[in-house]
């Protein structure tokens, strides 16, 4: 049994508390308590690693692995890793939990529904209804006479005075039923999106083995990897690392960086090794910190950490409870709800006047005729109550912010399927207004899909498929150096590779998982015969890593030699145990720190006819000839668009650096941070002197299929793309050219040229260039670039400042925990889901799961075709809340009999129903077309309504007016119609409905660049179901809807007068489309 309770552990972590882990015996008594293991982590549900005697013992691991047992090895285990569905971590998971939160309830219809009956319009509508009702079955009692409107005779009124009072609730309650329904809907939607939002993956161990794994099935006692980039998934001591610092602003709220002190590196705190007194000293006045709070950012370092606590029971996952409301408005919902409190404003005040107006009429009328008992008055100003009160119903757009909603919860779930995930609703309109996108290379123009195709390994030179690398396969690395070059160079080589890197080969999956440039440096040796780099590393005591820095475009590893350093001239003694350090990184920067150059001496013709020559070899100072000559390998290679790394080493003596041991503990004391981070950088720059250069590779990276297209797309669009990248100014030239992003004949200005005394800059920089410019100056080349090479997240991150002080809407992509200031500070960050770290996807707006330039372009088409969906939605409703109000208002005070409007309560309820929800279901689905990027972006600050829009809604709207109005005043004086009172509000009502119908076909276009509205309308099959629907519901009410919809059954004749009156709303958009 477990011998700790969530609640012990959560209490070494809040607060933090480095003695109660002392006295729980440190991390290998905790590991103990929680029936884990250090070097093994959890087990899986098949056997554990079995041992036999042969051999040593080597658990494969990015940082390091010490020699456990020289008598044992570890036979790789079956890996079934399990979940904690199935029962194999039952009680782990019962006792501790698992890594997830409990999703954010949702309210049920019934909840919805009670919160729209809770809106005083809703329950004054309702009111009035239930008087109507209550009125209506009273005067069903009595007999009642009425003067018959078309033969003047005083007629008895039938008994169905209670239905147009039952009819007026039960639209009501239909129309709060169907948008609870849809608001239902869009929660489980948006929920739905979360959940797949906050998806990852952790690498963990289990059985001695990494592999990733999701993040909801990482559980309490799992070893979990650290490193830059990544988020720390639960709660977690460090139980070694190197120079791991993490970022708990977002946690505690505090900025300054936690650099947390391994409770293994810091011996104080597992009490089992004897310390020396000043430094047990230092402990006693600044405890080291070997906790990892989940939700923390890993700034730099790698390390591993056990986790104790997960879920609801961790620092982060507690937050995010207590944080768990409704999502916030998006600007265009914000904006929407503005218009709409003004519409409905303006609604408010045309329904009282018109309160006023016909009340004012009804009671000057009593001095002139009879109006019946009491119970008659009361029914009358309840008549005209309910009439004012519908127009306020119809005239409060709520549509508008359903409008927005539908088309966001639309877009973003079928942006999914295009590989676009969206974490900020915001990020989704916004993407329609970019106008430039600043884009990163690796991964997201080119495949990220690297292999070693070209190469100058210990001065030997070998190439394959470098002329059209795209042909370029990983196995070409086969036919290369392995068998050529001597063992101990070989060693130096594979080692070299192996140790300075993170990529790891899943125990699941058994591909190669991590950096693909590091993956296809370690695939590369491995086709050389060099093993399992996994191993290598693991056999290897690193002493101490830095790991690759974007700023300074390098990594360095320092292992232990435990005999013999370097050989010379194919020779050369063993000695004592000596340091070797490996840097890995930008081709010219590598070379420039190295001093000396290693040469094999060998009478073969070439590098790869694999015959072996000879084996001696010797080390020649870098002279400044050979020097240049190594720079014009390196720009041969960037002129093919290969990306060039550059592999150098260096030995020292054991006893170098033994002076910085104790810096080594004291940097997990926070009151030196700054100190400490000063020496760390000394202490890096002192292992990069004096370098031996080993190999120059130039590794392919083919151009995404479509990128060129993509690319001309954008340009089409009005939307300028910018390429940032670390690589080489020669490397991001022949890329851009090749994607199209630089035309083939640009001109670029000399990189020698002083850039403070440069007078224009040209479509390509490199990094250092724009750095040195004054802001000024920034801002004018930030306009004309093209490229911007050699750059770090810094540079990225002022050329977005710049852009947008020039007015831009910038999009940014970016993958690294550096670009997260510039994913923030853009308009639009997307994230890389398949290379980004998990601090970039944090950091963004959408993340690209594909990785691919194209999914952004598809990006910038949704974000168009959201703002479209919601402005050819707003006007169709203006249209009919124009129309509606006046038709009612007008008509309602020329009737000289009992002031009742033309269009009914019920009819402007199916009128609202049509409008609002139905309306809005068709309109906001609206999939997006290839002509959404054949016009420029709209400016953000760009009104809701153009003057286009009002032209079209004013004009929609007085056709409408004029058509109802000859109708219901001047069609009975024309010789041959013959219509009754019933007849001519039934056709009239019927006519206006069936305008509204055709206009929002009409409304699928809102630009005058093309005039066929129909158009496209056979790829939406929820706009044909809503009209469809719709048309079939009309017919129905017309022809059936009786006294509850006060209508009659009309002629075919007059069905014909209806439907053509109503489509000749088209010729009327057509109209206003051609005038300029």
């Known amino acids: 049994p477990f011998t700790l309770t969530p609640r012990q552990l959560g209490s070494l972590v809040d607060p933090k508390d480095p003695e109660g882990l002392i006295q729980l015996g440190g991390s290998e008594g905790l590991a103990k308590r929680l029936h884990s293991s250090l070097e093994y982590g959890l087990p899986a549900r098949r056997s554990p690693p079995r041992r036999t005697q042969t051999g040593v013992s080597r658990i494969s691991s990015i940082l390091s692995s010490k020699i456990i047992d020289p008598t044992s090895s570890l036979s790789p285990p079956v890996m079934d890793l399990g979940t904690q569905e199935d029962g194999y971590y039952g009680t782990r998971v019962t006792l501790y939990g698992c890594n997830a939160l409990p999703p954010r309830t ?4 019934l909840q919805l529904m009670w919160m729209a009956l809770k809106e ?72 739905k999106l979360n959940a797949k939002k906050d998806a990852r993956e952790v690498k963990v161990l289990r059985d001695g083995q990494w592999a990733q794994i999701p993040i909801e099935n990482v559980l309490v006692g799992d070893i979990m990897s650290l490193e830059p980039g990544e988020i720390a998934a639960a709660d977690a001591v460090l139980i070694q690392g190197h120079g791991v610092q993490c970022d708990e602003s977002g946690v505690t709220g505090e900025s300054d960086r936690d650099k947390p002190g391994s409770s293994q590196e810091s011996p104080a705190v597992t009490g089992k090794v004897q310390l020396s007194p000043p430094v047990i000293s230092a402990m ?70 018109m309160l006023i107006v016909l009340l004012i009429i009804y009671f000057a009328s009593w001095g002139s005729r009879d109006h019946g008992d009491a119970a008659t008055v009361v029914s009358r100003v309840v008549n005209i109550v309910i009439s004012a009160v519908t127009i306020v119903v119809v005239a409060v757009p709520e549509g508008l912010p359903l409008a927005v909603t539908l088309a966001l919860a639309f877009a973003t779930s079928r942006m999914v399927r295009e590989n676009n995930l969206v974490r900020v609703l915001a990020a989704c309109e ?57 063992p101990p160079l070989r060693d130096i080589l594979f080692e070299g590779v192996a140790v300075n890197g993170t990529a790891f080969r899943d ?69 004592g145990g000596r340091k070797r350090v490996h840097v890995k990184g930008a081709a010219e920067i590598v070379l420039d720190l190295c001093s000396s150059v290693m040469i094999t001496d060998n009478s073969g013709q070439g590098f790869l006819d694999g015959e072996e020559q000879g084996e001696s070899y010797r080390k020649e100072v870098l002279v400044a000839r050979r020097k240049e000559e190594l720079l014009g390998v390196i720009d041969s290679y960037a002129r093919q668009a290969l990306r060039t790394i550059a592999l150098a080493y260096r030995e020292v003596d054991d006893n170098e650096g033994e002076e910085d041991g104790e810096k080594t503990i004291s940097v997990t004391h926070q009151d030196h941070i700054d100190d400490q981070e000063e020496e760390g950088e000394e202490e890096e720059e002192k292992w990069t002197k004096n370098l031996t250069l080993v190999a120059i590779l130039g590794i392919a990276d083919p151009l995404r299929e479509g990128v060129p297209k993509a690319v001309e797309a954008c340009q089409n ?61 920034q801002r004018e080349a930030a306009a004309a670039l093209s490229v911007l090479a050699r750059s770090s997240p810094e540079d990225k991150r002022i050329l977005v400042v710049r852009l947008k002080e020039l007015g831009e ?139 286009q829009m009002w032209a079209m809604i004013l004009a929609q709207a007085a056709y409408q007016l004029i058509v109802s109005f000859i109708l219901l005043y001047v069609s009975r004086s024309i010789p041959g119609v013959q219509l009754t009172h019933s007849e001519l509000y039934t056709l009239t009502f019927n006519t206006f409905v069936w305008a509204q119908l055709f206009n929002e076909i009409n409304c699928r276009r809102i630009d005058n660049r093309r005039l066929n509205v129909f158009a496209g309308i056979h790829r939406n099959p929820w706009f044909i179901s809503v009209l469809l629907l719709t048309a079939i519901l009309q017919v129905v009410i017309v022809q059936w809807g009786g006294q509850a919809f006060q209508t009659v059954p009309i002629s075919g004749a007059a069905w014909g007068v209806s439907i053509a009156l109503g489509f000749l709303s088209i010729p009327v958009g057509v109209i206003v489309r051609l005038i300029p």
């Not at 399992?532 to 974007?550: A, E, N, Q, Y």
């Not at 990248?725 to 035309?743: F, K, N």
Request: proline letters at 6%.
């Open 809 to 947: 809407c910038v999009a940014v992509t970016g993958d690294g925990t550096n670009d997260g200031p510039a994913l923030k500070t853009a308009n639009i960050g997307f994230a890389m889901g398949i290379a980004g770290t998990e601090v970039a996807k944090e950091a963004a707006s959408i993340i690209l799961m594909d990785d691919n330039f194209a999914s952004l372009v598809r990006a910038i088409s949704w974000g168009r075709c959201v703002g479209d969906a919601v402005r050819k939605f707003l006007q169709f409703q203006l249209t009919v809340n124009i129309t509606a109000v006046i038709l009612t208002f007008v008509s309602a005070i020329v009737d000289t009999g009992d002031q009742t409007p033309v269009l009914t309560a019920v009819q402007l309820l199916w009128v609202n129903l049509i409008m609002d929800t139905l309306a809005a279901l068709a309109l906001a689905t609206d999939p997006p077309t290839p002509e959404l990027l054949d016009r420029p972006p709209d400016p953000i600050v760009a009104p809701l309504i153009s003057p």
């Open 717 to 777: 669009a009005g939307v300028k793309v910018r390429m940032v990248t670390g690589d080489s100014r020669v490397t991001a030239e022949a890329i851009a050219r090749r994607c199209g992003i630089l035309p083939p004949q640009t001109s670029l200005p000399g990189a020698s040229q002083d850039p403070a005394t440069q007078e224009a800059p040209g479509a390509i920089l490199e990094g250092p260039q724009f750095r040195a410019l004054d802001p000024e100056r």
């Open 120 to 191: 005083k319009i809703i329950i004054l509508l309702m009111i009035a209804a239930a008087v109507s009702l209550g009125l209506g079955i009273y005067e069903d009692t009595r007999t009642v006479y009425h003067k018959d409107p078309d033969t003047g005779e005083m007629v008895q009124e039938s008994k169905v005075n209670w239905v147009e009072g039952c009819a007026i609730l039960i639209a009501v309650i239909i129309v709060i039923l169907v948008g609870s329904i849809n608001d239902y809907q869009k929660e489980k939607q948006f929920q």
């Open 106 to 109: 949702i309210k049920s219809i």
């Open 507 to 575: 125990a699941q999956t058994g591909f190669m998982t991590g950096s693909k440039t590091e993956v296809a440096l370690m695939e590369w040796v491995e086709s050389m015969g060099s093993g399992d780099c996994g191993s290598i590393r693991s056999s290897k005591t690193i002493l101490h890593m830095f790991p690759f820095s974007s700023t300074k475009k390098r990594m360095i590893s320092i292992v232990q030699v435990p005999s013999g350093g370097e050989e010379e001239r194919g020779g050369g003694g063993g000695q």
């Open 284 to 353: 006693e006045h600044a405890p080291p910190d070997p906790f990892i709070l989940s939700g923390s950012r890993v700034l730099e370092g790698v390390g591993q950490c056990m986790v104790i606590a997960v879920g609801k029971n961790s620092i982060h996952g507690r937050t995010m409870l207590s944080l768990q409301d409704d999502p916030e408005e998006t600007p265009l919902q914000a904006k929407l709800n503005i218009l709409a409190e003004k519409i409905a404003k303006l609604g408010s005040a045309a329904a009282l006047l």
């Open 430 to 486: 916004t993407m329609g207004n970019a106008t430039t996108i600043c884009s990163d290379k690796t991964g997201t123009l080119t495949q990220n899909r690297m292999t070693v195709v070209a190469g100058q390994v210990f001065s030997r030179d070998f190439g394959y498929g470098t002329e059209d690398h795209q042909e370029a396969k990983a196995d070409v690395a086969k036919r290369s150096t392995g068998p050529v070059l001597p």
